[in-house]
Protein backbone atom coordinates (compact mmCIF):
# COMPACT_ATOMS: atom_id res chain seq x y z
CA UNK A 1 0.00 0.00 0.00
CA UNK A 2 1.13 3.81 -0.67
CA UNK A 3 0.18 6.58 1.62
CA UNK A 4 -1.04 9.69 -0.78
CA UNK A 5 -0.79 12.84 1.41
CA UNK A 6 -2.93 15.00 -0.73
CA UNK A 7 -5.91 12.49 0.09
CA UNK A 8 -6.25 11.67 3.67
CA UNK A 9 -6.14 8.74 4.93
CA UNK A 10 -7.90 7.03 7.38
CA UNK A 11 -5.80 4.88 9.94
CA UNK A 12 -7.97 1.79 11.50
CA UNK A 13 -5.28 -0.03 13.08
CA UNK A 14 -2.08 1.73 14.39
CA UNK A 15 -0.12 -1.01 14.73
CA UNK A 16 -0.21 -2.34 11.27
CA UNK A 17 0.67 0.99 9.71
CA UNK A 18 3.53 1.49 12.23
CA UNK A 19 5.10 -1.81 11.18
CA UNK A 20 4.05 -1.81 7.60
CA UNK A 21 5.82 1.91 7.37
CA UNK A 22 8.95 1.70 9.59
CA UNK A 23 7.43 4.13 12.37
CA UNK A 24 8.41 3.20 15.68
CA UNK A 25 6.82 3.20 18.67
CA UNK A 26 7.37 5.95 20.76
CA UNK A 27 6.19 4.56 24.49
CA UNK A 28 9.81 3.55 26.09
CA UNK A 29 11.23 6.83 24.30
CA UNK A 30 9.05 9.39 26.33
CA UNK A 31 9.96 8.29 29.68
CA UNK A 32 13.13 10.15 29.27
CA UNK A 33 11.34 13.57 28.41
CA UNK A 34 11.09 15.90 31.45
CA UNK A 35 7.95 16.99 31.07
CA UNK A 36 5.26 13.91 30.90
CA UNK A 37 2.03 14.78 28.82
CA UNK A 38 -1.08 13.46 27.84
CA UNK A 39 0.32 13.17 24.39
CA UNK A 40 2.73 10.96 24.97
CA UNK A 41 1.28 8.98 27.49
CA UNK A 42 -2.15 8.03 25.99
CA UNK A 43 -0.17 7.48 22.59
CA UNK A 44 -1.92 10.38 20.96
CA UNK A 45 1.56 10.89 19.73
CA UNK A 46 2.20 6.80 19.02
CA UNK A 47 5.12 7.01 16.64
CA UNK A 48 8.11 8.36 15.13
CA UNK A 49 11.26 8.32 13.30
CA UNK A 50 14.67 9.15 14.86
CA UNK A 51 13.07 10.74 17.80
CA UNK A 52 16.14 9.63 20.06
CA UNK A 53 17.91 13.02 18.78
CA UNK A 54 15.60 15.19 20.10
CA UNK A 55 15.35 13.54 23.40
CA UNK A 56 19.20 13.64 23.51
CA UNK A 57 18.98 17.68 22.57
CA UNK A 58 16.27 18.33 24.92
CA UNK A 59 18.05 16.22 27.99
CA UNK A 60 21.89 18.22 26.61
CA UNK A 61 19.45 21.74 26.58
CA UNK A 62 21.26 22.06 23.09
CA UNK A 63 19.35 23.69 20.54
CA UNK A 64 16.87 22.09 18.23
CA UNK A 65 14.05 22.61 16.06
CA UNK A 66 10.07 21.89 16.02
CA UNK A 67 9.43 22.53 11.96
CA UNK A 68 4.93 21.62 10.92
CA UNK A 69 3.21 22.98 8.70
CA UNK A 70 -0.27 23.72 8.05
CA UNK A 71 -2.75 23.81 4.80
CA UNK A 72 -5.40 26.43 5.60
CA UNK A 73 -8.64 25.43 5.15
CA UNK A 74 -12.08 26.34 6.81
CA UNK A 75 -12.20 26.52 10.60
CA UNK A 76 -10.21 25.82 13.47
CA UNK A 77 -11.27 22.94 14.91
CA UNK A 78 -10.85 20.02 17.99
CA UNK A 79 -8.68 17.89 15.40
CA UNK A 80 -6.43 21.25 14.99
CA UNK A 81 -6.11 22.03 18.99
CA UNK A 82 -4.46 18.58 19.18
CA UNK A 83 -1.63 19.50 16.89
CA UNK A 84 -1.48 22.65 18.63
CA UNK A 85 -0.78 21.39 21.86
CA UNK A 86 1.99 19.19 20.07
CA UNK A 87 3.67 22.77 19.33
CA UNK A 88 3.41 23.86 22.70
CA UNK A 89 4.99 20.99 24.31
CA UNK A 90 8.04 21.12 22.06
CA UNK A 91 8.07 24.77 22.32
CA UNK A 92 8.30 24.53 26.07
CA UNK A 93 10.69 21.39 25.98
CA UNK A 94 13.40 24.42 24.08
CA UNK A 95 12.17 24.50 20.68
CA UNK A 96 12.70 27.17 18.25
CA UNK A 97 9.29 27.18 16.19
CA UNK A 98 8.75 27.07 12.68
CA UNK A 99 5.26 27.04 11.66
CA UNK A 100 4.91 27.03 7.36
CA UNK A 101 1.57 28.02 6.01
CA UNK A 102 1.15 26.10 3.24
CA UNK A 103 0.00 28.54 0.83
CA UNK A 104 1.64 27.25 -2.23
CA UNK A 105 1.28 23.52 -1.82
CA UNK A 106 -2.69 24.75 -0.85
CA UNK A 107 -3.44 26.71 -4.01
CA UNK A 108 -1.67 24.34 -6.49
CA UNK A 109 -3.54 21.01 -5.45
CA UNK A 110 -6.77 22.27 -3.96
CA UNK A 111 -7.27 25.05 -5.76
CA UNK A 112 -7.71 27.04 -2.67
CA UNK A 113 -7.97 31.40 -3.15
CA UNK A 114 -4.26 32.98 -2.46
CA UNK A 115 -5.38 35.90 -0.49
CA UNK A 116 -8.28 34.11 1.38
CA UNK A 117 -6.08 31.06 2.42
CA UNK A 118 -3.98 33.53 4.06
CA UNK A 119 -6.32 35.12 5.91
CA UNK A 120 -7.66 31.68 7.18
CA UNK A 121 -4.04 31.04 8.45
CA UNK A 122 -4.08 34.30 10.63
CA UNK A 123 -7.58 34.55 11.39
CA UNK A 124 -8.36 30.57 12.27
CA UNK A 125 -4.41 29.20 12.68
CA UNK A 126 -1.91 31.65 13.89
CA UNK A 127 -4.54 33.39 16.44
CA UNK A 128 -5.64 29.94 18.00
CA UNK A 129 -2.22 29.00 18.37
CA UNK A 130 -1.13 32.12 19.88
CA UNK A 131 -4.30 31.71 22.36
CA UNK A 132 -3.63 27.77 22.81
CA UNK A 133 -0.27 28.81 24.38
CA UNK A 134 2.29 29.53 21.87
CA UNK A 135 4.47 31.88 22.51
CA UNK A 136 6.89 34.55 20.03
CA UNK A 137 9.82 34.24 21.27
CA UNK A 138 11.62 32.01 19.21
CA UNK A 139 8.20 31.08 16.70
CA UNK A 140 8.58 32.02 13.06
CA UNK A 141 4.73 31.94 11.54
CA UNK A 142 5.59 32.15 7.26
CA UNK A 143 4.03 32.12 4.72
CA UNK A 144 5.32 29.35 1.60
CA UNK A 145 4.71 32.21 -0.66
CA UNK A 146 6.92 34.57 1.28
CA UNK A 147 10.02 32.47 2.26
CA UNK A 148 13.54 33.78 1.73
CA UNK A 149 15.65 33.80 -1.32
CA UNK A 150 17.99 30.93 0.27
CA UNK A 151 14.85 28.42 1.15
CA UNK A 152 13.45 29.28 -2.61
CA UNK A 153 16.71 28.10 -3.77
CA UNK A 154 16.90 25.70 -1.79
CA UNK A 155 13.31 24.15 -2.73
CA UNK A 156 14.77 23.54 -6.39
CA UNK A 157 18.13 22.57 -5.81
CA UNK A 158 16.63 19.52 -4.02
CA UNK A 159 15.36 18.36 -8.10
CA UNK A 160 19.04 17.23 -8.57
CA UNK A 161 18.54 14.75 -5.38
CA UNK A 162 16.04 12.53 -6.99
CA UNK A 163 14.70 10.85 -9.59
CA UNK A 164 11.35 10.38 -11.41
CA UNK A 165 11.12 7.18 -10.81
CA UNK A 166 12.05 7.78 -7.26
CA UNK A 167 9.47 10.28 -6.78
CA UNK A 168 7.05 8.00 -8.64
CA UNK A 169 7.52 4.84 -6.14
CA UNK A 170 7.32 7.31 -2.93
CA UNK A 171 3.94 9.06 -4.46
CA UNK A 172 1.88 6.51 -6.85
CA UNK A 173 0.46 8.93 -9.16
CA UNK A 174 2.10 12.77 -9.92
CA UNK A 175 1.56 16.07 -11.34
CA UNK A 176 3.41 19.03 -11.93
CA UNK A 177 2.21 20.50 -8.55
CA UNK A 178 2.25 17.78 -6.32
CA UNK A 179 6.36 17.68 -7.70
CA UNK A 180 6.56 21.44 -6.29
CA UNK A 181 4.61 21.13 -3.56
CA UNK A 182 6.54 18.35 -2.57
CA UNK A 183 10.15 20.06 -3.07
CA UNK A 184 8.44 22.92 -1.57
CA UNK A 185 7.84 20.83 1.74
CA UNK A 186 11.70 19.72 2.02
CA UNK A 187 12.86 22.94 1.72
CA UNK A 188 10.07 23.73 4.50
CA UNK A 189 11.70 20.88 6.80
CA UNK A 190 15.47 21.53 5.76
CA UNK A 191 15.87 25.46 5.80
CA UNK A 192 15.57 25.35 9.66
CA UNK A 193 19.17 24.14 9.17
CA UNK A 194 20.39 26.60 6.38
CA UNK A 195 23.30 28.88 7.76
CA UNK A 196 21.27 31.83 7.82
CA UNK A 197 18.82 30.11 10.69
CA UNK A 198 22.26 29.06 12.66
CA UNK A 199 23.46 26.04 10.60
CA UNK A 200 22.64 22.47 11.13
CA UNK A 201 20.67 21.24 14.43
CA UNK A 202 17.84 18.64 15.12
CA UNK A 203 14.31 19.05 13.51
CA UNK A 204 11.35 17.70 14.82
CA UNK A 205 8.70 17.34 12.61
CA UNK A 206 5.23 16.46 14.15
CA UNK A 207 2.78 15.36 11.52
CA UNK A 208 0.09 12.87 10.52
CA UNK A 209 0.60 9.47 9.20
CA UNK A 210 -0.63 10.76 5.76
CA UNK A 211 2.82 13.21 5.53
CA UNK A 212 4.99 9.80 6.14
CA UNK A 213 6.72 10.24 2.18
CA UNK A 214 6.74 13.65 2.46
CA UNK A 215 9.33 12.53 5.27
CA UNK A 216 10.97 9.90 3.96
CA UNK A 217 11.60 11.92 0.91
CA UNK A 218 13.20 14.64 2.66
CA UNK A 219 15.67 12.41 4.93
CA UNK A 220 16.52 10.91 2.31
CA UNK A 221 17.63 14.01 0.11
CA UNK A 222 19.15 15.68 3.24
CA UNK A 223 21.49 12.79 3.46
CA UNK A 224 22.26 12.91 -0.32
CA UNK A 225 23.06 17.14 0.47
CA UNK A 226 25.43 16.13 3.21
CA UNK A 227 28.62 17.11 1.66
CA UNK A 228 27.26 20.27 0.56
CA UNK A 229 24.95 21.06 3.57
CA UNK A 230 25.73 18.88 6.36
CA UNK A 231 21.92 18.22 7.01
CA UNK A 232 21.31 16.14 10.25
CA UNK A 233 18.36 13.76 9.05
CA UNK A 234 15.20 15.22 10.54
CA UNK A 235 13.35 13.53 12.46
CA UNK A 236 9.55 13.40 12.67
CA UNK A 237 6.63 12.01 15.45
CA UNK A 238 3.47 11.15 14.10
CA UNK A 239 0.19 11.98 16.04
CA UNK A 240 -3.34 10.13 15.76
CA UNK A 241 -5.85 11.79 14.35
CA UNK A 242 -9.06 13.14 16.61
CA UNK A 243 -12.15 10.98 15.44
CA UNK A 244 -14.96 13.28 13.71
CA UNK A 245 -18.31 13.83 16.45
CA UNK A 246 -20.18 11.16 14.10
CA UNK A 247 -16.75 8.61 14.02
CA UNK A 248 -15.06 8.70 11.23
CA UNK A 249 -12.81 11.51 9.85
CA UNK A 250 -13.32 15.01 11.17
CA UNK A 251 -13.28 17.44 8.11
CA UNK A 252 -13.63 21.08 7.91
CA UNK A 253 -16.11 20.91 5.19
CA UNK A 254 -18.58 18.85 7.72
CA UNK A 255 -19.51 21.60 10.17
CA UNK A 256 -21.44 18.31 12.07
CA UNK A 257 -17.93 16.80 12.22
CA UNK A 258 -16.44 18.74 14.65
CA UNK A 259 -16.56 21.46 17.34
CA UNK A 260 -14.59 24.55 15.80
CA UNK A 261 -12.67 26.47 18.56
CA UNK A 262 -15.12 29.20 17.63
CA UNK A 263 -18.37 27.92 18.07
CA UNK A 264 -20.38 29.09 21.29
CA UNK A 265 -20.48 27.15 23.90
CA UNK A 266 -24.23 26.40 23.46
CA UNK A 267 -23.47 25.22 19.87
CA UNK A 268 -20.96 22.81 20.92
CA UNK A 269 -22.88 21.20 23.59
CA UNK A 270 -25.57 20.83 21.09
CA UNK A 271 -23.30 19.09 18.82
CA UNK A 272 -22.23 17.16 21.25
CA UNK A 273 -25.86 15.93 22.12
CA UNK A 274 -26.74 15.25 18.91
CA UNK A 275 -24.11 13.91 16.70
CA UNK A 276 -21.40 12.22 19.14
CA UNK A 277 -21.22 8.53 18.59
CA UNK A 278 -22.15 7.04 21.27
CA UNK A 279 -20.80 3.10 22.54
CA UNK A 280 -23.81 3.25 24.62
CA UNK A 281 -26.84 0.43 24.27
CA UNK A 282 -30.44 1.22 22.80
CA UNK A 283 -32.05 1.49 26.07
CA UNK A 284 -31.36 2.58 29.26
CA UNK A 285 -32.18 -0.98 30.54
CA UNK A 286 -30.06 -3.12 28.13
CA UNK A 287 -27.23 0.04 29.50
CA UNK A 288 -27.46 -0.91 33.19
CA UNK A 289 -27.58 -4.45 32.30
CA UNK A 290 -24.87 -5.03 29.66
CA UNK A 291 -23.20 -1.69 30.22
CA UNK A 292 -21.68 0.32 26.62
CA UNK A 293 -18.17 0.32 24.96
CA UNK A 294 -15.82 3.50 26.10
CA UNK A 295 -13.93 2.03 23.17
CA UNK A 296 -15.66 3.28 20.36
CA UNK A 297 -17.62 6.21 22.45
CA UNK A 298 -16.24 9.43 21.00
CA UNK A 299 -17.60 11.30 24.14
CA UNK A 300 -14.74 8.96 26.10
CA UNK A 301 -12.04 9.58 22.99
CA UNK A 302 -12.06 13.30 23.66
CA UNK A 303 -11.52 12.95 27.13
CA UNK A 304 -9.27 10.94 26.96
CA UNK A 305 -7.37 12.68 24.07
CA UNK A 306 -7.77 16.17 25.07
CA UNK A 307 -10.36 16.79 28.05
CA UNK A 308 -9.53 14.63 31.32
CA UNK A 309 -5.57 15.08 32.19
CA UNK A 310 -6.56 12.84 35.59
CA UNK A 311 -5.74 9.44 34.82
CA UNK A 312 -7.54 7.77 37.85
CA UNK A 313 -10.39 10.19 36.84
CA UNK A 314 -10.39 8.71 33.22
CA UNK A 315 -10.00 5.00 34.31
CA UNK A 316 -13.45 5.39 36.46
CA UNK A 317 -15.47 6.87 33.44
CA UNK A 318 -14.20 4.19 31.67
CA UNK A 319 -15.05 1.83 34.21
CA UNK A 320 -18.36 2.89 35.07
CA UNK A 321 -19.51 3.20 31.29
CA UNK A 322 -18.11 -0.38 30.58
CA UNK A 323 -20.39 -1.56 34.16
CA UNK A 324 -23.50 0.35 33.17
CA UNK A 325 -23.23 2.74 36.18
CA UNK A 326 -22.14 5.26 33.36
CA UNK A 327 -25.37 6.33 31.09
CA UNK A 328 -24.95 7.41 27.69
CA UNK A 329 -26.31 11.15 28.60
CA UNK A 330 -24.24 11.42 31.90
CA UNK A 331 -21.03 10.40 30.03
CA UNK A 332 -21.50 13.05 26.93
CA UNK A 333 -22.57 15.84 30.18
CA UNK A 334 -19.04 14.99 31.41
CA UNK A 335 -17.76 16.05 28.17
CA UNK A 336 -19.51 18.74 27.47
CA UNK A 337 -19.11 20.75 30.58
CA UNK A 338 -15.32 20.52 29.83
CA UNK A 339 -15.57 21.22 26.40
CA UNK A 340 -17.99 24.50 27.37
CA UNK A 341 -15.52 25.55 29.71
CA UNK A 342 -12.33 25.61 27.87
CA UNK A 343 -14.10 27.46 25.45
CA UNK A 344 -15.14 30.14 27.59
CA UNK A 345 -11.81 30.37 28.23
CA UNK A 346 -10.08 29.96 25.18
CA UNK A 347 -12.58 32.18 23.11
CA UNK A 348 -11.72 35.58 25.74
CA UNK A 349 -7.97 34.32 25.01
CA UNK A 350 -8.45 34.76 21.16
CA UNK A 351 -9.35 38.19 21.77
CA UNK A 352 -6.31 38.96 23.44
CA UNK A 353 -4.12 36.63 21.47
CA UNK A 354 -5.46 39.00 18.39
CA UNK A 355 -3.28 42.05 18.94
CA UNK A 356 -0.37 39.87 19.00
CA UNK A 357 -0.10 38.35 15.31
CA UNK A 358 2.80 40.55 14.28
CA UNK A 359 4.90 39.35 16.50
CA UNK A 360 5.29 36.17 14.95
CA UNK A 361 4.74 36.18 11.34
CA UNK A 362 8.25 36.45 9.69
CA UNK A 363 8.48 39.48 7.22
CA UNK A 364 11.03 38.63 4.99
CA UNK A 365 12.94 41.82 3.71
CA UNK A 366 12.34 43.16 0.21
CA UNK A 367 16.71 42.50 0.01
CA UNK A 368 16.47 39.26 0.98
CA UNK A 369 13.88 38.27 -1.43
N1 LIG B 1 1.65 19.07 3.51
C1 LIG B 1 1.22 19.46 4.82
C2 LIG B 1 -0.29 19.19 4.96
O1 LIG B 1 -0.91 18.76 4.04
C3 LIG B 1 1.54 20.89 5.13
C4 LIG B 1 3.02 21.19 5.20
C5 LIG B 1 3.70 22.02 4.40
C6 LIG B 1 3.96 20.66 6.14
N2 LIG B 1 4.99 22.08 4.75
C7 LIG B 1 5.20 21.28 5.81
C8 LIG B 1 3.88 19.74 7.20
C9 LIG B 1 6.35 20.96 6.53
C10 LIG B 1 5.04 19.45 7.91
C11 LIG B 1 6.28 20.07 7.57
O2 LIG B 1 -0.87 19.42 5.98
Known sequence: MKIDPWKSIEVKDYSKTMKEFGIDPIATLYKNLPLKSILFSRNVIFGHKDFGKIIDAIKNKEPFVMMTGLMPSGKF???????????????????????????????????????ESKKLAIDQYLINYIALGLKSKKTKFYFQSEGSIEYNNLSKYVAKRTTFNELKSIYGGLSPEK???????????????????????????????????????????????????????????????????????????????????????????????????SGGRSTIKEHREKGGNPDIDVSYKYLEMLFEPDDKKLKKIYEDYRSGALLTGELKQILIEKVQKFLKDHQKKRQKAKKQVDKFIVKTSPKKR
Open 77 to 115: HLGHKIVADIMVYFQKMGAECYIAVADIESNLTRNTNRE
Open 179 to 277: IISAFTQVADILHPQLKENGGPKPVVVPVGVDQLPHINLTRDIASRMKSEYNFILPSATFNKMLPGLKKGKMSSSDSTSYIALTDSPEEAANKIKKYAF
